[in-house]
């Protein structure tokens, strides 16, 4: 006989998740205390004493005292067993019912399919069939949507895998994008608080460059207190005096070498010599104008990671587009990701890539080897008569953000 109990303790919740083959921190104790401003609910599904299935329910208030739940990547289950399931569906509805809520939204992390980049496509037909068991269950299915955005979560992931990581498994590109970083004396550093306002300001820069909104400083500083040890900040930056001395460096060499030019010199080595010469100049202009207004340390890429058991996100990333030519960012997520694994995780997600496979997002993070993993997506429980007139505005206040967005 199977029960449902409400507020189940946050040690057995957590425990459960984590052991869990669908282990997310989304559904995590600590991710509810970030979204303090949903009210939120943990449930929990137990035969006898033994506990089968968790969901931590996102509760947002709506006119005239009605509900919205949300289950993001979750409710965590085994979902083949069909009638744990019908019972973990049936109980939440229950529970939605009695706080007015209009309906239930979830989307669990169930791959219909994954992949490494540039490999075949694994298919996971069994997964696939569980729409049609859900829709038996009166749960209606988003779709293989077509845009990042059609769904909270996104539906397609890059996740990096331990056993897939480290510099050796990267291509020819990516490598040598690393080690133009290294040659250029960036230094990479961890930490939490004490790089909050460097890690704020790079994410200033990357809204302003994308012309989108993000997060202020008060909500990753949320992140890094409710996560404490289970956070970090990845911040590359550089020292531009010490640069300088290089480059100085290298351009006394360079004068040096030319001073040796004769008659006999290839011509194709001269003009080698004078173009490494503008090369050196250039930058030592460019850093020296920092270097004028007081800026002898600047940070260049930031990441913010949140662990969850064994498992890591690569929540946010920032950088300054104006020192594009150092390669801070390809640097930066690879460490953020050796990192992660040498703090004994098994895989880090590089959250969302664009749906077709052919984008910023999707080219940038297919430097790093990754899993690309595509989930079934997004389902909604209809729990009371009302869910189709909000379904129509819901629909239409997306379609009008989607055309303001053009």
């Known amino acids: 006989m199977y029960r449902y109990q409400l507020g189940i303790p946050l040690s057995e919740y957590d425990d459960f998740v984590k052991e869990h083959p669908m282990v997310n921190l989304l559904q995590s104790s600590a991710w509810e205390k970030v979204k303090s401003d949903w ?4 449930i ?3 035969e006898g004493e033994k506990i089968l299935a968790v969901a931590s329910i996102l509760i947002k208030s709506l006119p005239l005292g009605y509900k919205m739940f949300y289950i993001p990547r979750g409710p965590i289950l085994d979902y083949r067993d069909t009638e744990v399931l019908k019972f973990v569906l049936q109980s939440i509805k229950s529970y939605a019912r009695s706080k007015k809520a209009i309906f239930v939204t979830f989307d669990p992390s169930i791959c219909q399919s994954q992949h490494l980049v540039n490999q075949d496509k694994i298919e996971y037909p069994e997964n696939l069939a569980l729409v049609e068991t859900l829709g038996q269950l009166g749960v209606k299915w988003s779709g293989q949507t077509a845009e990042m955005d059609d769904t909270i979560q996104p539906r397609i992931q890059a996740k990096i895998y331990k056993e897939n990581f480290g510099e050796d498994k ?16 960036l230094e990479v550093q961890y930490g939490g608080l004490e790089l909050l306002d460097s890690f704020s300001e790079l994410m200033k820069k990357t809204e302003k460059r994308k012309d989108i909104h993000l997060r202020n400083e008060a909500y990753y500083k ?30 006394e060499k360079n004068r040096v070498v030319a001073e040796k030019f004769n008659d006999a010199t290839r011509s ?6 004078i173009k490494e010469k503008e090369r050196l100049k250039e930058e030592i202009d460019f850093l020296q104008g920092y270097m004028n207004m007081g800026k002898s340390n600047i940070p260049l890429a930031a990441t913010l990671s949140l662990e969850f ?3 890591s996100v690569n929540l946010y990333a920032g950088m300054d587009d104006d020192f ?8 930066t997520w690879y460490e953020t990701a050796r990192y992660a694994f040498e703090r004994g995780m098994v895989w880090q997600n590089l959250g969302g890539v664009e749906n077709h496979l052919d984008g910023g997002l999707y080219r940038f993070k297919a430097n790093f080897n990754p899993t690309i993993e595509e989930y079934l997506g997004e389902f909604t429980m209809p729990t009371h008569p009302l869910y ?3 379904r129509l505005a819901l629909n239409f206040r997306k379609t009008l953000r989607k055309k303001h967005r053009k």
Not at 268 to 273: L, R, W, Y
């Open 222 to 251: 949320k992140l890094l207190d409710n996560f404490k040890e289970d956070s970090y900040i990845t911040l590359t930056s550089l020292d531009v005096s010490k640069r300088l001395r290089e480059l100085e460096e290298q351009l």
């Open 268 to 273: 194709s080595k001269v003009q080698e010599n």
């Open 309 to 311: 058991g064994n498992t």
């Open 39 to 42: 009210n939120h609910e943990r």
């Open 388 to 390: 189709p007139l909000l």
């Open 170 to 185: 990267l291509s020819k590109s990516t490598k040598q994008a690393i080690r133009t970083a290294r040659n250029k004396g």
């Open 44 to 46: 929990g599904v137990y």
């Open 324 to 331: 594009k030519r150092y390669n801070a960012p390809i640097l």
